[in-house]
Structures are given as C-alpha cells and as structure tokens.
Nanobody
Framework: QVQLVESGGGLVQAGGALRLSCAAS????????MGWFRQAPGKEREFLGA????????NYADSLEGRFTIAKDNAKNTVYLQMSDLRPEDTAIYYC??????????????????WGQGTQVTVSS
C-alpha cells in the first residue's frame, strides 16, 4: 500500500508560479512510474506528466507547452510539479498518482493504482 499526500496548491495570479509536492509513504520500492493529473469542475481528469521512479524518464502532455516540469527526490519519496506562467484555465484540483507496473499507456488515470486527495490550484485573471 502507498499513501500519497499532495500539497502546495493555493491561489495565484495569472502569470505566476507554484510548486506542488506529492509526499509518498509505504511500499514505494515497488513503484514504476509517478504521474500528475488534474481535474477541473465538470471535466475529465487530465494527464499532465509522468516520471519513471527509478529511471527518471519524463513525459509531458503536449498541451502544457513546456510550462510544467516534473522532478523527484527518491530519498524523500517525493515528486514535484513545478508550474509556471499559470493561466486561469489551469484552475483545477491536482493529483499525483502511482503505478507499480509499466502501464500500457501512462496518460490515463486508470493505469495507476494509488492517488492522493488532491490539492486545489486556483489561478485568478
């Protein structure tokens, strides 16, 4: 079992930046990949990016236009999402998720087996 706790969300003005953290505890040594997703009201959960827990390989959604960066600190069992040039349309609840296995497709939440409670990000115009 893995427990994930996201933090770092809040209210920020358009053009600003935030860094989200995802602290993990439990059986992390079985982790293959960590992903970041977000969900806005009335919308489906959207893939943002993923990072291989051991490899460090990263993949991002094309729609982000390079504004978001994923990093990890294995010693702290923590994954980060650095967000810059934030826009009102980035307003959502942000989730980190974990998969024990190599997913057929890392870009869907159904490929992951654990997720946190999320952290709210609100971007004002």
């Amino acid at each position: 079992q893995v427990q994930l706790v996201e933090s770092g969300g809040g209210l920020v003005q358009a053009g600003g930046a935030l860094r989200l953290s995802c602290a993990a505890s439990g059986d992390m040594f079985r982790t293959y990949i960590m992903g970041w997703f977000r969900q806005a009201p009335g919308k489906e959960r959207e893939f943002l990016g993923a990072i291989g827990w051991n490899t460090g390989n990263k993949n991002y959604a094309d729609s982000l236009e390079g504004r978001f960066t994923i990093a990890k600190d294995n010693a702290k069992n923590t994954v980060y999402l650095q967000m810059s040039d934030l826009r009102p349309e980035d307003t959502a609840i942000y989730y980190c998720e974990r998969s024990k296995l190599a997913p057929a497709w890392y870009g869907t939440s159904s490929s992951y087996d654990s997720w946190g409670q999320g952290t709210q990000v609100t971007v004002s115009s």
